[in-house]
């Protein structure tokens, strides 16, 4: 279940690190100090005005503030918002500008929480700019750090680095050492974000030193305790353990018990992952100890809850039971809705270990009312997955597609924020996702339901390369998530029916539970209510074994079938595809299984499973590509059996359609190789069929006829002499010239008439830009390269030594442009991680920009045997093959070794006269041509004609 990596989010959870205040600070200690770990130390001073302030009127703000406080702590954040600005209202009637800007960074943080990032930027700016007009420079600094700290939250860590540098320079020339040592601490957080981890730890390191030099043993133990996080997140867990346990003994020494606390349960989370169960319980019953003895309840929450994700894991589900339930008494004691939501969750999951499939259906939808009612999507989504789940697993199959259906489609409304979540959440998120989509793509095929299924497999690969490229942007194909049928709408809407009942029954009784001394009517409401609250559930109990539901069900069954057969949208589909001899071809990867589903002229969409485990084919997948990337190693008995997992099913489905082409929309890891790569037993899939890769995005224009004849501007990054610097990441790297470059630009420019060439120095974005989109087809021999950790940031590298990225390619136009080839290395691909969604990324992005279609590479070329294998395409272009046509000839000419072309000149009398030309390679080249590292490393994204 979805909860299962829920629990284990909190086995590596970052401390809170609350710097210390001055004693008006202390005031806004609890909110800043569990709403934002990275906030200013100095967040609050005195102002000689204040004693000029009438009392009376101070006092109002004062107590305003307060209630914020404690509005804030039982999660009621629009009053606490309230609270604050009127506080904010008196502080400027009165003219405290210093007390202005305090509140100011106090509704930034409320905003920050509820999501409103702008707002919370906002408020924070006009912190700043009162810092800046009392000529405040301690203050300036803290507003800058808590600027940094909502950029770092909407994932714009470049500008929150900037930040804390210009906070980190105000404090280095105050001489403020404390404030010096927590900015580098929180850049360290930053660098965290990005998977820095070498910067991360030398920021913490530097952090740690100046807090050990100043004696500030707060400082020394918090970092000391984030590098145990980071080494625990790096899985070196020993290691981990021994910079907790020094975080430990100088909190027991200076008797700080919160903290001793929270270390003593990062122990027990680290000895958890190691397995150690008998440690870590021992370690979390310390803490919750600390937590009971000095009366922090929200502790108590948090240690209750580990110590029960110990115990689930260790299998003792009895004892973690005891734990969340104990852990929801104390949340609902103090009023923490969402502490409550979570150990509901919680038991929900064990419940469902157990299968005791009644109770754990129970408490997710004790879960899910709360979460409604709070506003908590992300909750909501899951535990709609997680009813889904078990109502699969009781064999309610059509009433679990109904809830995860409405789980995803809440899921995608979450997407459209997900730039605004922090990165914890966004990571956990993204994890998220993945599973929730094929679960719902794995039950829709097991009934049949091909068509929904596709559909879902078209939102999780959008979505995986959003995320990738980390800009979120609809698209008419995909927005809104998935349709219901009208039954499932009637299901749902009977069952948010029941749902709003337990939410108004439930906000009642929670304020009647929170009252201390009832009066008599008081407290028989309170019981009336709980007995209708136990009704309520006993009808969720039967909500789906209630004869509604079940004709709703079988309706929706044959519902489900008929539009699967009939929808006008697969007609057009089949139309196209017909006129293109191609079949649509999506595989899905499960964990036992490979699910192929074929869309063809003539056919519904037709499902075909393969049993391979996902274990078995990612280890012949990494095989196959190391095998693609080696010249002198044989690729083609991997080669084979991926073709009989992928292609063996399907052949006569192929056959039957008279397939020439296939459009093809790979699956995770699949997406590291090339479909074209695959052997038969007799000859490569190149040989009898042309492929183009697409996205969700490229359906609707696969069958978008290019202008008559290509128009090319050519550039080429050629003279080995010289050297080109960039940055990847934060490694300097060294690009120099590839000399068959400006050979294959040469012979393009003999080849195509039409073709505009610039080499080297004259190859600059300047010159570049400007002439694009007067061009059909873009051809770049030079680098490009990924940069893992922050997509935006990769680039291509010109000849004059710029290297656009990826976000300047977003201010392109290339609305004309029916062609962008990337011949260079690794333009498809940035490093190999567990789900390929950055091989479409590059081509992606160009079409975003218009483009209809890319040429790019999934490895790093062989620079003269791409020379040859564009010279060929081109000339196959230019005599009007389509670019699927093309790619296939030059494919088949490197597997016979041919490496002449057709190469056009000018005779003295201006006519055109064709000649046949030898391109000269070295001996080992061409010997191996036929080797699928020199002929299969280019795939074309987009429309292929």
């Not at 309170?526 to 006993?538: A, F, G, S």
Request: hydrophobic share 40%.
């Amino acid at each position: 279940m979805e909860l299962e990596t829920y629990i284990k989010s909190e086995v590596t959870s970052t401390p809170t690190q609350t710097p210390m205040l001055n004693p008006k600070a202390l005031t806004l200690a609890v909110v800043i100090g569990v709403l934002a770990p990275i906030v200013p130390m100095n967040v609050l001073s005195e102002s000689s005005v204040l004693a000029q302030i009438p009392n009376e009127r101070k006092a109002e703000a004062d107590r305003l503030l307060q209630e914020g406080i404690q509005q804030y702590k039982t999660s009621q954040f629009q009053e606490s918002l309230q609270s604050f600005q009127e506080a904010l209202k008196i502080y400027r009637e009165i003219g405290d500008r210093s007390s202005e800007a305090d509140v100011l960074i106090a509704v930034g943080i409320v905003y920050r929480i509820l999501g409103q990032y702008q707002q919370a930027i906002e408020f924070s700016q006009q912190s700043l700019t009162i810092r800046q007009e009392l000529n405040d420079r301690a203050g300036e600094g803290d507003s800058l750090l808590g600027l940094g700290h909502v950029c770092s939250l909407l994932g714009q860590y470049r500008k929150a680095i900037d930040f804390y540098q210009q906070s980190l320079a105000i404090f280095q020339e105050i001489g403020d050492h404390n404030g010096e040592a927590w900015t580098l601490g929180y850049l360290g957080d930053t660098y965290s974000s990005l998977s820095h981890y070498q910067q991360t730890i030398e920021f913490y390191q530097q952090a740690l030193a100046i807090f050990q030099e100043i004696g500030d043993y707060n400082g020394e133990s918090s970092y000391l305790h984030s590098l145990g996080v980071i080494y625990q997140s790096l899985g070196q867990y020993q290691k981990a353990i021994e910079y907790y346990q020094q975080s430990l003994d100088i909190e027991k020494e200076i008797g700080n018990r919160q903290k001793e606390a929270f270390s003593l349960s990062s122990l027990g989370n680290a000895y958890a992952i190691l397995k150690d169960y008998q440690k870590a319980i021992k370690f979390h019953k310390q803490s919750l100890a600390i937590a009971r003895e000095i009366g922090a309840r929200h502790g108590e929450i948090i240690y209750l809850r580990r110590l029960g994700n110990t115990y689930s894991d260790s299998e003792q589900y009895e004892q973690a039971i005891e734990s969340y339930q104990q852990s929801l008494a104390i949340a609902r004691e103090i009023g923490d809705r969402k502490g409550e939501a979570r150990s509901l969750g919680n038991l929900g999951y064990v419940y469902h270990r157990l299968k005791d499939d009644q109770k754990a259906i129970e408490f997710h939808q004790q879960s899910l009312t709360i979460e409604r009612e709070i506003g908590d999507r992300r909750g909501e989504a899951n535990s709609l997955s997680n009813i889904g789940e078990v109502l699969e697993e009781q064999n309610q199959p059509q009433l679990a597609i109904t809830f995860l259906k409405q789980s995803v489609n809440v899921t995608e409304a979450i997407r459209q924020d997900l730039r605004g979540l922090s990165r914890e959440l966004q990571q956990s998120y993204i994890d998220s996702i993945s599973g929730r989509y094929r679960r719902l793509a794995d039950l829709l095929l097991k009934e049949n339901r091909l068509l929904e299924a596709q559909r879902v497999l078209d939102l999780l690969k959008v979505q995986e390369l959003e995320d990738y490229l980390k800009n979120v942007r609809g698209n008419a194909n995909t927005a809104g998530g998935i349709e219901f049928y009208q039954p499932e709408q009637e299901i749902l809407a009977r069952y948010n029916e029941l749902q709003q009942n337990v939410i108004e029954i439930g906000e009642e009784l929670a304020q009647l539970q929170q009252k201390e001394n009832l009066t008599l009517s008081e407290q028989q409401r309170r019981n009336q209510l709980d007995k209708i609250l136990t009704e309520v559930k006993q009808q969720f109990n039967e909500f789906a074994r209630s004869s509604e539901v079940r004709a709703l069900i079988e309706q929706l069954s044959f519902e489900a079938q008929e539009q699967t057969l009939s929808l006008g949208a697969l007609d057009r589909l089949r139309d196209k595809l017909g006129e293109l001899d191609a079949v649509l071809f999506y595989p899905l990867i499960l964990e036992d299984r490979l699910e192929l589903v074929i869309t063809t002229p003539n056919s519904p969409p037709l499902r075909r499973t393969v049993s391979v485990s996902r274990e078995e084919l990612y280890r012949t997948i990494v095989r196959f590509r190391l095998a693609l990337q080696d010249p002198s190693k044989d690729a083609v008995a991997p080669a084979q059996k991926l073709y009989r997992w992928l292609f063996e099913a399907l052949e006569d489905d192929l056959k039957a359609a008279n397939a020439e082409v296939i459009i093809y929309a790979p699956d995770g890891v699949l997406r590291y190789i090339p479909l074209v790569a695959l052997h038969d037993g007799e000859e490569w899939l190149a040989e009898r069929f042309r492929v183009n890769n697409i996205t969700a995005a490229s359906l609707e224009e696969i069958d978008t006829q290019p202008q008559p004849q290509p128009q090319v501007l050519a550039g080429a990054f050629a003279d080995e002499s010289l050297i080109r610097s960039a940055k990847i990441g934060q490694r300097d790297v060294q690009f120099v010239g590839l000399p068959f470059a400006g050979i294959e630009v040469a012979v393009l420019q003999n080849t195509l008439t039409n073709t505009t060439a610039y080499v080297d120095e004259a190859f600059n974005l300047e010159t570049m830009k400007p002439k694009m989109n007067g061009y059909n087809v873009l051809h770049f021999a030079t680098h490009a390269a990924f940069v893992p950790g922050d997509p935006s940031e990769s680039f291509i590298v010109f000849g004059e030594g710029e290297n656009p990225t990826l976000r300047d390619v977003e201010n392109w136009s290339l609305s004309n442009v029916d062609l962008v080839v990337l011949s260079a290395c690794e333009t498809g691909l940035g490093g190999f991680d567990n789900n390929g969604e950055q091989i479409l990324g590059l081509g992606y992005q160009f079409q975003n920009q218009g483009a209809r279609a890319v040429l790019a590479s999934l490895w790093k070329v062989s620079d003269g045997g791409t020379q040859v294998l564009m010279n060929i395409f081109y000339h196959a272009l230019q005599q009007g093959y389509s670019k699927t046509e093309a790619l296939q000839i030059a494919q088949r000419s490197l597997i016979a070794k041919n490496t002449s072309t057709v190469v056009s000149q000018r005779s003295s009398d201006g006519t055109m006269v064709f000649v046949s030309a030898e391109i000269e390679l070295p001996a080992n080249i061409r010997n191996n041509l036929d080797h699928p590292y020199y002929w299969a490393s280019f795939i074309l994204i987009g429309n292929g004609l």
